[in-house]
């Protein structure tokens, strides 16, 4: 299953842009902190939902670094087929022009 490169591109940014929000968010998200005075079930808890709220975070970073990487690895190679397919034309025009250039001056001879 071959992802299309604007599909892949979507999906990279959509992941950084959630990133983004939920650090943003963070305050909105986690909370205000437990108390000296809390119990142990409530710090318990907020421990957890921090734990998620991390793990969350650098699951979005990972996944839109490794998203960026197949991005990085199409283009080049794409770009890499370029590079022949012009090298590829400079030749055959280089090839072209002498030949014309050979049959200019066996004439002219």
Not at 55 to 76: P, W
Not at 83 to 97: D, V
Request: hydrophobic share 50%; charged share 20%; glycine share 4%.
């Amino acid at each position: 299953m071959q992802i299309s490169n604007r599909t892949l591109k979507i999906i990279t940014t959509t992941l950084m842009v959630l990133c983004l929000a939920s650090l943003i968010a963070w305050p909105v998200i986690m909370g205000e902190r437990p108390g000296p005075h809390a119990t142990i079930a409530v710090n318990k808890a907020y421990a957890v939902r921090f734990a998620e709220y991390i793990g969350l975070i650098v699951l979005f970073l990972v996944l839109s670094g490794v998203g960026a990487l197949m991005i990085l690895r199409r283009s080049t190679a794409e770009f890499k087929e370029m590079q022949m397919a012009n090298m590829r034309e400079l030749i055959e025009a280089t090839l072209e022009q002498n030949r014309k250039q050979d049959v200019s001056d066996s004439s002219v001879d």
